[in-house]
């Protein structure tokens, strides 16, 4: 693809804030529809290529895959015991990193927390800067929301509908479907709809085991639904069909694009239009407003490198920094016209800040499989998902909302179950005929959106390039503790109805933020005093305005957002040229 | 001595300290002195830097007696066996010197010298030899000790043992040796169809 100069002097059709699964879909549905679209992301050039080292063996790498000796990244004690922000006490460590980024593969990926602090409550928060952002380090897994959760008011009373249904969107999750490629089972079930999918990974025998298991009590395991092509996808030549390789739980990209990560899915195509211009190093740190109409006139942003101030101009923009960033950059962008921030004549920025509860989760030993010569379980994508099971038909007298468990079973590169205790020639028989019996899963539940959880700009703490930090009010409700406590009961139980040795059982919760899945600090709605879009992303107050990630979803649900946040914005981003071809922006 | 002796390793740690403060020299002596060391002189000096380069690490961590009680000790953690080689083959105590002369943490580094020296005055005190000059069996029986008592985290030796045998696991199941002949791993290979347990592929051995 060819990179075209960025032109400071013109105005863009539209300037795009972020790279990732909404600022890529954003840049690939804006420039399809023959916008000239300014791009600007605030990390490093990174040659994200080089950086995923799929098919290396650890022991081709200097550090065995291991973080180097300079860098350290936060355990879960850390983020327990310390507070943000989390630099302090880490002096000897040159590069200090998000839990995630605790190996080498992903170091360069994700970004240094003392160059980027923020205050207040506790939060694992993972930033990625860099082309493309988290979509390079994903997990992969691709789900719908249905209903059950757009209308989840309407069953059971909390928060706020979505001004969408899912026949609004469902057309669009088939665009991204049949545009990104997507692996899984059709199961027909109406709180989790299908994907078009391609060709399916296979589950292994304790998988197998399981799912058989679980059909007796009514509940449902299918193939890990992973935003990943298994058959390939012949318009677009940057990317491969997967080839079930290994060492897929490395995360640290995938080296063929296999699994979708938003450059080679959807910048470089964009690129190749020839309507979209990329500037890096780019800071975003205002939202610029014409003082007499009061829309959106532009960006005003910091070179990382060289700390010199400039400004972009655009008819639309379009802001896709992620949830927490988007909701900072908006609180930033204050004017006379905006005196709160921009977009926020309804206080609700940063508020209603929601994601996925994590930790609980149960690991086991299917005893047949011990001592079995090892399979190839790990060039999956992933094992399986068991579907959400609660506040479906049923009503749990705990709690609402519910959860779905992510796992997986068999062979991996760096064998499970080296914690076994010992050593000698028992352990090393141990852990040889155990390798491929081991089978775990962990739960994601639905932390609701409330609005007393909510993020503002830290009055004194400022990042590296001078822009004010975010601050953090933000804890775990009463309704997710007993969630919690449901989710450990629940995977005991149904591995313990497997036949599964049940080798550990995590009740521990893990920090806010674990699951890299925050969302709602925008939140869409119908009324302007209640929310800070409307149902296509556009704020209820400067009409030029789209938020497009995940700051705009309503309630977390159960499912992973990263297919809902690209599948919205491509609706939104049709609606956006549009009203745009029309003038009416 | 018997691994299966039962063994009160608080009773008689007492005993070797005093062994091994005759034997060693008093420098062991007290503890716990492990978060407090400095660096020893047992460590290679570093090289003479070159002005303006990084400060780089010393060639080795380990000097060569060092060096070889670390090739036993992960040896002893993974010996090779009739399926495969272990530690010593797969080079673990490479592994280990790496990451520890490339180690910031001052804490860790003290831990693994007063931890070898430890264990070494635990051999002379149990088996009347230095580890290295042990018999095969009265190694495990050094550590077995250690492992059976890896609650008591107080003890500069036990967590030693821990740290030995974290790093030895890393070292060995990263290596060609633990990858390739110990695990038989499957994977970085290209694939034409996913496995699963229905297909006749090795599943079923």
Redesign the interface.
């Known amino acids: 693809m060819a990179e075209s100069e960025v032109n400071l002097t013109k105005t863009y059709d539209a300037i795009v804030i972020g790279s990732g699964a909404a600022g890529g879909m954003a840049a690939h549905v804006l420039t399809s529809h023959g916008l000239q679209v300014l791009l600007l992301k605030a990390g490093k050039e990174l040659p994200i290529e080089k950086e995923s080292r799929s098919m290396e063996w650890p022991y081709g790498n200097a550090y065995s895959g291991q973080l180097p000796p300079d860098s350290h990244s936060l355990s879960f004690n850390e983020y327990t015991i310390r507070n943000p922000p989390y630099g302090l006490g880490f002096e000897k460590a040159k590069h200090l990193k998000s839990y995630i980024g605790s190996n080498d593969y992903l170091k360069n990926i994700v970004v240094d927390e003392r160059e980027n602090p923020f205050t207040g409550t506790n939060y694992a928060w993972v930033r990625a800067r860099c082309l493309g952002g988290k979509t390079n380090i994903w997990g992969r897994l691709a789900l719908r929301l249905s209903d059950y959760d757009f209308k989840a008011k309407d069953r059971d009373g909390y928060g706020e509908n979505w001004p969408i249904s899912y026949t609004d969107i469902a057309p669009y999750y088939d665009k991204v479907d049949l545009y990104l490629g997507i692996t899984g089972v059709k199961e027909n079930l109406p709180y989790l709809p299908d994907s078009i999918f391609q060709r399916p990974t296979k589950l292994n025998c304790a998988e197998v085991t399981l799912k058989e298991s679980l059909a007796k009590m009514g509940r449902v395991l299918t193939q890990y639904r992973a935003g990943v092509t298994s058959d390939g996808l012949k318009h677009n030549k940057y990317r491969s069909r997967c080839y079930g390789r290994g060492a897929c739980e490395r995360k640290g990209g995938c080296d063929i694009h296999a699994a979708f990560d938003s450059p080679t899915g959807l910048i470089y195509p964009a690129m190749d239009t020839g309507n979209l211009t990329l500037r890096t190093n780019s800071v975003a740190r205002e939202i610029t407003v014409d003082p007499r109409t009061g829309k959106a006139s532009g960006v005003h942003f910091i070179d990382s490198q060289t700390m010199k101030d400039y400004t972009a101009h655009a008819k639309v923009v379009v802001v896709a920094a992620s949830t927490l960033e988007s909701a900072r950059l908006l609180l930033l962008s204050k004017s006379r016209l905006h005196p709160n921030g921009l977009a926020n004549s309804s206080g609700h920025v940063g508020h209603n800040f929601c994601e996925h509860i994590m930790g609980p989760g149960v690991t086991g030993r299917a005893k047949n499989l011990v001592g079995k010569t090892s399979t190839l379980d790990d060039g999956r994508p992933g094992g399986f998902y068991l579907t959400r099971f609660r506040n479906l038909a049923d009503k749990n007298p705990k709690f609402i909302r519910g959860y779905g468990f992510e796992g997986g079973g068999g062979c991996t590169m760096f064998p499970r179950g080296t914690d076994a205790h010992g050593f000698g020639v028992a352990f090393k028989e141990e852990v040889r005929k155990n390798q491929g019996a081991f089978i775990g899963m962990g739960a994601f539940g639905e932390v609701l959106a409330r609005y007393e959880n909510y993020v503002d700009l830290d009055p004194i703490v400022k990042d590296k390039w001078g822009v004010p930090a975010l601050r953090f009010h933000y804890k775990f409700g009463d309704n997710e503790h007993r969630m919690a406590e449901d989710m450990k009961e629940t995977a005991q139980e149904m591995f313990e109805a497997a036949g599964f040795e049940i080798v550990h059982v995590s009740s521990r919760v893990l920090t806010e933020g674990w699951s890299i899945h925050e969302l709602g600090t925008a939140r869409m709605g119908s009324d302007p005093k209640t929310s800070v879009l409307n149902q296509f992303q556009q704020s209820h107050d400067v009409k030029n305005l789209f938020v497009v990630d995940g700051s705009a979803f309503v309630n977390a649900s159960c499912q992973n957002p990263t297919w809902t946040i690209m599948s919205l914005c491509w609706r939104s981003c049709d609606y956006l040229a549009d009203e745009l071809k029309n003038g009416n922006l | 001595m018997s691994t299966n002796d039962p063994m009160d390793l608080r009773q008689s740690r007492r005993e070797w300290m005093k062994t091994s403060a005759v034997a060693i020299g008093a420098s062991l002596l007290p503890l716990p002195a492990v978060a407090a060391e400095t660096l020893q002189t047992e460590t290679a000096p570093a090289a003479p830097q070159a002005k303006g380069a990084e400060a780089k690490p010393a060639a080795r961590f380990f000097n060569p007696a060092q060096h070889a009680l670390v090739d036993e000790l992960s040896e002893?953690?993974?010996?090779a066996?009739s399926?495969s080689g272990?530690a010593k083959a797969a080079r673990v105590a490479d592994?280990i010197d790496q990451?520890l002369r490339?180690?910031?943490?001052e804490t860790q580094k003290a831990l693994w010298r007063e931890g070898l020296r430890l264990i070494d005055a635990m051999s002379r005190h149990y088996n009347g030899k230095s580890f290295v000059n042990a018999n095969p069996e009265d190694r495990?029986a050094v550590?077995t000790v250690l492992?059976n008592n890896?609650h008591m985290t107080d003890l500069p030796e036990v967590r030693f043992f821990i740290e030995l045998?974290r790093l030895t696991?890393?070292?060995y199941?990263?290596?060609?040796i633990g990858?390739h002949d110990?695990?038989?791993?499957?994977?970085?290979?290209?694939?034409?169809?996913?496995?699963?347990?229905?297909?006749p592929?090795?599943?079923?051995?």
Do not use: A
């Open positions: 002893t953690i993974v010996p066996d399926h272990g592994y990451v490339e180690s910031f943490d495990v550590l492992s890896d045998k696991v890393r070292g199941y990263t290596s060609k990858i110990e695990l038989e791993y499957k994977g970085n290979r290209i694939l034409q169809e996913f496995v699963g347990c229905d297909d592929t090795p599943q079923t051995s």
